[in-house]
């Protein structure tokens, strides 16, 4: 391997790591921080929505394709911004207390997932537009494993640092003030350590029309949004009113299943009246980057397979924080170790055995075998709710003092737990990095950001969509049946991979995928940044 590739690779590591640092902090650590604050489960479910900006970063993309901030270049100018926009939101989350102040903290996690989605649309840019074709398989392993190292610090080893009998008994803001820190100092690695890109051609649009067109967009989902909490709770109340009422749920979950419903509707009106706003007001790079896609063969169903990938794994994990530490009653410190740390690495060797096992089967194999192994370890966590836990001896993990994160006395861990996260951790580790390399391989450079800030709004959507649903479902059927629930939801991603067979192939050998510079020999490039 060159020096040159060395580092590209090395690059996308380390931006592997600051993407998946934030996630988190506004996902399972911040579960945690609600769990043990007293805020019940079905709140904190709907306090999943805090994730809404990954699912529609697609929005303001195109602004991060069509412009670019003096001084950085077009990639790592947006980079250096939006890391230091993440400390200063992560710090002022740390300064408000969430039982006390709900609205305000929830709003401070958008800001905070926000800001996250809008690095992840520049890393993931910057990443495709710098890896030729040949390294997209490892570099997609490898951006994995930096991510899923970021997980295993905010989301594991923070779960051991505020445990206060087993941990260093932190507390949860101070938690969320050293991750600010963490990304004042990746903004540094990214203004100073990062390869330039070769020059990537730049959207052609009229500036005016664009940043017209963005604020079309805000007001059109403003508006929608007003309108939807003024008229759509007392739709939905009454749609079904009468139909929970005949049902023996409690009342207050009655008005959850109401509250869903109201969401849904404000989405059905909100998004059409975006898409209406950016064409009205010519929002030009936005319009350019979803055509150019769209006319690729299978587009329309690519994006239907997108959506539906992952949606088993989004169900099963989408509340794992609060199953583990409330209904299962596992031990914080137990839950870091096996859950994050642990299951986190093995998440790495998934990904990275993933990429390996690529290079033999190809795109549309791996996607199927990885898609399979994802559906069937759902059923790992059914067998746990189904009394799995203690069925297995326990293992003692003796204590240890490592610095950065110590256990004060010897720790029983349940080997069912392990065992079924292992399982969980390998295959979706396997799966992420077959999906990476499939979204890699739809973009074209010249709308990297906004091509791949769509193709992975899509993808979040099972993630952060679930949420909701996943609450009021758990507390109306069960943990066991929810599992259940969770490995059916996987199979229609499945079949449909099954039918998109000879595009996803075609993905595989087709010479367009060696996008534009990324083939052009070393001497032929040169910076823009």
Known sequence: MSPAAAHRLIAVTVLGFASGLPLALTGQAMQAWLTGAGVDIATIGFLSLVGLPYTFKFLWAPLMDRFELPGLGRRRGWLVLTQLGLAAALWAM??????????????LAVLVAFVSASQDVVIDAYRTDLLPAAERGLGASLGVLGYRLAMIVSGGL????????????????????????????????????LP?????????????HDLLGFAAVV??????????????PGLARLLVGDLLAATTLPATLQQRWV??????????????????????????????????????PGAIGFLAFIVLYKLGDAFAGSLMTPFLLKTMA?????????????????????????GALMLKLGLWRSLMAFGVLQMASNLGFWWLASGGKGALPAITLPAFDWGFVSIAQPTPVDAGLLLVVAGENLSGGMGTAAFVAFLM?????????TQFALLSAFASIGRVWVGPLAGVLAESIGWPSFFVLSTIAAL?????????????????????????????????RHADD
């Open 158 to 193: 923070a779960l051991i640092w505020v445990d206060p009998s087993q941990g260093g008994g932190w507390t949860w803001p101070e938690v969320y003030r050293l991750m600010a820190g963490v990304m004042v100092v990746a903004a540094i690695a990214s203004a100073t350590l």
């Open 219 to 232: 007001v059109a989902v403003v508006a929608g949004f007003l309108v939807s909490e003024r008229v759509m």
């Open 441 to 449: 391989s739809l973009c074209t450079q010249r709308f990297t950001a």
């Open 492 to 524: 229609p991603a499945l079949l449909l991979l099954a039918w998109l067979r000879r595009p996803v192939v075609a993905l595989e050998v087709d010479p367009a995928t060696a996008r534009h510079a990324d083939d052009y020999p070393a001497t032929a």
């Open 330 to 354: 596992y031990s914080p410190a137990e839950v870091g170790v096996v859950n994050k740390v642990i299951g986190l690495w093995l998440t790495i060797a998934g990904a990275l055995l993933g």
């Open 259 to 296: 509250d869903l419903l109201a969401l849904l509707l404000g989405i059905g009106l909100t998004l059409p009246l975006a898409a209406w706003a950016a064409r009205a007001a010519r929002f030009e790079t936005l319009l350019g980057g979803l055509s150019n896609y769209f006319a690729q």
């Open 94 to 107: 740390a300064s408000t207390e969430p039982a006390g102040s709900t609205r305000a903290f929830a709003l």
């Open 196 to 208: 330039r890109l070769v020059h990537a051609p730049v959207p052609v649009s009229v500036a005016r």
